[in-house]
């Protein structure tokens, strides 16, 4: 049975008007997908856009995107998902055993199949994705799905810029910075409960966001967002989707309160003043290994 919280952050989700729900088939191994399955079960198809990834291990000898990976696991995430497409499929990141061609030609037959909609990737480099958009004779990514956020503008270098002149959308994870955008994090402060920084499994992840001069950095943010009028992740959230290029940003969530803040930063406009002193107050700051 699906977790109670969980079914309901999805509902609340679709009450504030998010329809777009991203996933992956190494998320829990399965069981992310399965989840959806069963939640999303009742709701017409129309209703939701739905996106899954491949990639990463599912056993011992799956894992890559070789044309028979993508052919299995297509058919795995469809049935764990109970949907006989998705609307993107995307490769979670780039698998340098496999030539590109193969890659490309199989998600190909995914969409002439009608399994999927549209292809993405995430985390490709300038180079990875100049290499697909080389191949001829196949779909083209529609969309990526990098690391950004108001800590991390790594994909402002090259990345945007050339999906841009490609015409692919970004669809961002950890615009939050893995909760720390959120400012509930203080320098010298103990954890709060139930947050990442103190769970077993994403602890180690967020980790490398946590030195003292970061956190000091966030917490003089604070003033900049009441200036706006909203709260500090909404701020951060808003400033990830002044990006053009940004269709969505990925939030996740355990409770249903918390989706209502975030959502709130959909169409909030933030004085580009605003918007420069909070990159200055964190344009010195680096992220731990």
Known sequence: MANDNAVACVNRAFELGINFI???????RGAAESFLGEVLAGRPRSSYVLATKVFFPMSDSDRGLSRAQIAKQIDASLKRLRVDHVDLYQCHRYD??????ETMQALSDVVRQGKARYIGFSEWSL???ESAFA???TEHFVSSQPQYSLLWRRPEEAVIPL???KHVSQIVWSPLAQGVLSGKYAPGAA?????RASSTTMGPFIQSWLNPAILEAV??????AKQAGCSLAQFSLAWVLREPNVASAIVGASRPEQLE???AASGLMVDPDLIRKAEAIVANVERGT
Do not use: M
């Open 22 to 28: 991203d996933t992956a088939n190494v998320y829990g």
């Open 96 to 101: 340098a055993e496999t030539p590109i061609e």
């Open 163 to 165: 999906c841009t002149a």
């Open 135 to 137: 191949v001829a004779g």
């Open 127 to 129: 180079q990875q994705i």
């Open 191 to 195: 954890r709060p409960a139930q947050s």
């Open 261 to 263: 803040e975030n959502a």
């Open 219 to 224: 917490q003089k943010l604070k003033p900049l």
